[in-house]
């Protein structure tokens, strides 16, 4: 423990001991430098351990790093190709295999633990043990400052200093369990540009009394596609949605968030798949049931019942309807536009986007181009991963290329 007078040294920094950070922090111990991690928790990587449900969803088998606009976004969604690329989900799958962590896919490529979060908590762990890292925490850093190619960090655990400092404290998500600004106010200190942040992958919200004919669907989840963005921006989706007593959640919500503006409307299909118009009008001629029986077919009986509940004309035997009666139903299940008045914040967020603009950054080592070793990982970098182990994804390859250029 460094006295007042004599600041510690040491060859790396690197604040905040998360995903990105421990990663970092054990890759470049292992290649000889002296790294010092701090956080101001008292427990390392409190995401990690709620992720997932609590299994981790710690990398997706599908990514492609050559194209990673498909699975990132950010003003530029090819900034993340170059450390993607030389840090892949076949890499960490071999960590993990290599601490002997049983796994398995779930959906689309995810990879998901088969016992816990810790599993991968105490992997990283071993694997900054391994490379002797130092580890301060809970430690507050009070003031960084820049001088003589040295940054010296006042520290509540006391003064240290080094040349490269890794930045890796996360966004603002989940502020309950430690998400600061401090990585966007070491930006500002050095006049790094920022890009707005928002809440991302999160649940929308809508109006009390526009909600209040969906609010008793609460619980209910079905697929569908969802839209959002008109033109060349369209950004749709094929995932499970989840009604909420205050809007939408569930995967398909989750991941068109990220790509959702204040004002613009989404575009659900409930049906998916289904001519829901032809197959109406194909039951009229040989059925006599209740409009809401016959729609139970394609969709969940209590959302038949409520969207037949918003038009009287529909409340009836399907023999009973008019043709145009059925195609508007149809309609309104399969082209369903509405318009988020918000979503839930970073309360509920699952990640921040926006962040540390890339343009201020190596692509190759995350440092800063203006301000020599200064380093910026993981999630306060301005790119943000879909849902299904995409941002975890970022966080080991960008600890990676970074730990490399230490
Ligand atoms: P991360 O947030 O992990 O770590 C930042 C660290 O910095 C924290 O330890 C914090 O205490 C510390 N810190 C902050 N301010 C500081 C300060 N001022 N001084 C010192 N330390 C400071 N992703 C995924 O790929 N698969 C998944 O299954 C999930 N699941 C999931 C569930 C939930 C509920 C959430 C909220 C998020 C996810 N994510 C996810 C997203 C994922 O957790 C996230 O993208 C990564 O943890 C980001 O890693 P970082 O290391 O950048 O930040």
Redesign the pocket.
């Known amino acids: 423990m460094p006295d007042a007078t004599s600041p510690s040294t040491f060859d790396a920094i690197v604040?905040?001991?998360?995903?990105?950070?421990l990663f970092c922090a054990a890759r470049a111990a292992q290649r000889g430098v002296k790294v010092l991690l701090?956080?101001?928790?008292a427990k390392?990587?409190?995401?990690?351990r709620?992720?997932?449900g609590g299994r981790?969803?710690?990398t997706n088998r599908d990514l492609e790093p050559r194209a990673p606009q498909k699975h990132f976004l950010g003003e530029n969604a090819n900034f993340c190709r170059s450390a993607l690329a030389r840090f892949t989900p076949t890499d960490f799958i071999a960590l993990v295999q290599k601490h002997g962590i049983p796994f398995h896919e779930k959906h689309k490529g995810q990879l998901f633990g088969d016992r816990s979060s810790e599993d991968f908590i105490r992997m990283l762990l071993a694997e900054c043990e391994a490379g002797g890292v130092t580890r301060w925490q809970p430690?507050?850093?009070e003031s960084m400052a820049f001088a003589d190619r040295t940054y010296r960090l006042r520290t509540s655990k006391g003064e240290v200093q080094a040349p490269a400092v890794v930045i890796?404290?996360?966004?603002l998500?989940?502020p309950q369990?430690?998400?600061?600004d401090?990585?966007y106010r070491v930006a500002r200190q050095f006049d790094l540009a920022l890009v707005t942040t928002r809440p991302a992958l999160v649940p929308l919200t809508f109006d009390g009394a526009a909600w209040a004919p969906f609010a008793g669907l609460a619980g209910l989840a079905l697929p569908v596609r969802i839209e959002t963005g008109a033109k060349k921006e369209r950004m749709a989706f094929d995932e499970d949605l989840l009604f909420t007593h205050r809007g939408l959640s569930g995967p398909a919500v989750l991941q068109i968030s990220s790509y959702w503006r204040a004002g613009q409307p989404l575009r659900i299909d409930l049906a998916p798949g289904v001519d829901l118009a032809t197959e109406l009008l194909q039951a009229k001629s040989r059925s006599r049931k209740l409009v809401a029986n016959e729609l139970a077919a394609w969709v969940p009986s209590r959302l038949a019942d409520a969207w037949v509940q918003q038009d009287a004309g529909l409340q009836r035997p399907v023999n009973e309807c008019s043709d145009k009666a059925l195609q508007q139903l149809a309609q309104r299940l399969q082209a369903w536009e509405l318009v988020p008045t918000g979503s839930e914040g970073y309360r509920k967020?699952?990640?921040t986007a926006g962040g540390v603009d890339t343009r201020e950054l190596s692509s190759q080592t995350l440092e800063a181009k203006k301000q020599p070793g200064l380093y910026f990982?993981?999630?306060?970098v301005d790119v943000t991963?879909w849902l299904?182990?995409?941002?975890?994804?970022?966080?080991w390859a960008s600890g990676n290329a970074c730990a490399e250029a230490l």
């Open positions: 604040i905040g001991a998360g995903a990105a950070g701090v956080d101001h928790a390392v990587a409190e995401k990690v709620i992720s997932g981790c969803n710690f430690c507050t850093v890796a404290t996360g966004g998500s989940i369990i430690g998400a600061s401090f990585g967020a699952e990640v990982i993981g999630e306060v991963g299904g182990g995409y941002n975890f994804q970022w966080a």
